[in-house]
């Protein structure tokens, strides 16, 4: 090999270390990886730090939450907004509401709803879509863990039961939901202050669970007819 050649062999093996060097100095998005938890982008306009999501969860998960705030859609559009009693369980938000309250009838129209929780240094806002849950281990599940924390609740049928619940729940059984998040807001109201906003999974898309639940969006045969209907107009 000529001297000129491995001049220039050198040479290209020095700018192909400096290119790797550079780039695993520089610095990484403040992003969670996927898989392993929520995908953050700072709000804060003050320089504050992105929050961190485990501040929220570690409270969730202990369920010492303030009560939750769940807002519907009504029929003409406005929203609807009513305290429930909710479980935060495995990253989900369980609930039950009566089928004819309006916050029932609203979700069997339009099942995208929002959350609100006042948690001790953080405000905390869930986006997600409700849908019911009507296996009875589930069912027994939940029964469980509300008469753990107070409320009697038993299983009857597809639903559950009590002796008494909030004046406003409407007559039982009460139909149970369930919320996967799919985007979280969180605005810190003690320090480290900051505003962060958290995607659990990309939005849009119809919210069909499997395994025992029945959801509350538009049926398959509906869901194609709107299909053709866009695909009409492009």
């Not at 001790?120 to 869930?126: K, N, S």
């Not at 059984?173 to 605005?187: D, H, I, M, Q």
């Not at 202050?193 to 509906?222: K, Y």
Request: aromatic residues 8%; positive net charge; glycine residues 8%.
């Amino acid at each position: 090999m000529s001297k000129k050649a491995a001049s220039r062999k050198t040479t290209a093996k020095k700018a192909t270390a400096a290119r790797i060097t550079a780039r695993k100095a520089a610095p990484k998005r403040a992003t969670t990886p996927t898989g392993k938890g929520p995908t953050e982008k700072n709000l804060d306009i003050y320089g504050s730090a992105p929050l961190m999501w485990s501040r929220a969860l570690k409270q969730l998960e202990a369920r010492t939450a303030a009560p939750y705030w769940l807002a519907t859609t009504n029929p003409d559009g406005r929203p609807h907004v009513a305290a429930v009693g909710a479980l935060w369980l495995d990253g989900k938000i369980y609930f039950t509401s009566g089928t004819r309250t309006r916050k029932g009838r609203n979700l069997a129209a339009k099942p995208a709803c929002v959350f609100s929780v006042s948690l001790t240094g953080i405000d905390l806002v869930v986006e997600g879509s409700a849908v019911r849950i009507t296996d009875r281990p589930t069912l027994l599940r939940l029964a469980q863990r509300y008469a753990a924390q107070g409320w009697p609740a038993s299983v009857s049928g597809v639903a559950l039961t009590a002796k008494y619940s909030a004046p406003s729940a409407g007559p039982p059984p009460w139909n149970l939901y369930v919320v996967r998040p799919t985007t979280a807001f969180g605005v810190a109201t003690a320090e480290p202050w900051g505003a962060t906003r958290w995607q659990f999974e990309p939005r849009g898309g119809d919210q069909t669970w499997r395994g025992g639940v029945t959801s509350l969006s538009r049926p398959s045969s509906d869901r194609r007819a709107v299909s053709r209907r866009r695909s009409a107009d492009r």
